[in-house]
């Protein structure tokens, strides 16, 4: 990974710090992207220790937040000649509902609009470094999740679950629709589910989120480093580097649920996905 510059978001914790760790063990520039500045500084700085490499930048933002994830674009287009990888992982599970600055859905706006806007902020700097890779952390919850296109913010009908496998299915539509329109770019874009793995994510999940995460914990659930293989190795991996608008898990490309392959689905996300964030048409 020398010579190669990645962006991780959700790179404190989790997922997100398993793989900067390992990036930046392998000598890449990693640029770190977490909510908060002081925990950005200091997951940089504990990286920067553990491997050796100082060519970490922390950045933070709240990605729920179409202007926040708007400045991030920004300087990251003014920090960064090159961006090769571009990691979409940060996400939330919530317990009830809340509202962003901008009126929508925290859940929705966090795991699918941020990864839309910033993908599309990133994608002129992506495509000028290519061969690039785009990866979008989804889950194997994305089957239970339907897209109410009517009501995707759930005010008339919020449940915490629903609303986060919702999320999870409109990151695999987003990747189908966006790897048709990367064609001939030396840009692909793909997914993954990560296992089901014991992180801190979901803190804020319901009471009985909690309870049945407690009792499934010592039965199911994979550590970090393990959940992380998947992403890692969409990242580097040679094997894959033409495959493009595919769904993994365990390293292996694997069907997705039929609804996430219905093309009309998929525009019709696309497009109101550009309303929300402020964009005009998508030319690619």
């Not at 000649?81 to 599970?93: D, E, F, Q, S, T």
């Not at 995707?152 to 990747?175: D, E």
């Amino acid at each position: 990974m020398h010579n190669k510059t990645l962006l991780i978001t959700g790179a404190n914790s989790g997922l997100g710090r398993v793989s900067a760790e390992h990036f930046a063990g392998n000598g890449a520039e990693v640029i770190l992207v977490c909510r908060n500045q002081e925990k950005a500084i200091a997951a940089r700085d504990e990286i920067t220790a553990k491997t050796g490499n100082a060519n970490l930048h922390a950045y933070s933002a709240d990605l729920s937040a179409v202007e926040e994830v708007r400045k991030l674009g920004k300087k990251i287009i003014e920090n960064h000649p090159r961006l090769h990888i571009l990691m979409n992982n940060a996400g939330v599970l919530l317990g009830e509902r809340r509202e962003t600055v901008d009126g929508y859905e925290t859940t929705f706006a966090t795991n699918h609009l941020a990864y839309f806007l910033l993908t599309r902020l990133l994608i002129d700097r992506l495509k000028e470094s290519a061969p690039a890779r785009i990866i979008n952390v989804s889950s194997m919850v994305h089957a239970w999740g339907t897209i109410n296109l009517d009501d995707i913010f759930m005010k008339r009908n919020y449940r915490a679950l629903p609303a986060y496998y919702q999320s999870k299915l409109a990151n695999v539509m987003f990747t189908y629709a966006l790897a048709k329109r990367l064609e001939g770019t030396g840009v692909t874009v793909n997914c993954l589910h990560p296992g089901i793995v014991d992180t801190g994510f979901g803190r804020e999940g319901s009471f009985l989120y909690k309870l049945s995460k407690a009792i499934a914990r010592p039965f199911f659930y994979i550590n970090p480093e393990r959940g992380a293989e998947t992403q890692i190795h969409l990242a580097e991996s040679d094997d894959i580097k033409h495959l493009s608008g595919k769904y993994f898990t365990k390293k292996k490309a694997v069907k997705s649920s039929t609804l996430s392959y219905s093309v009309e689905d998929q525009e019709k996300l696309w497009r109101l996905s550009e309303e929300w964030c402020g964009l005009t048409h998508w030319p690619l």
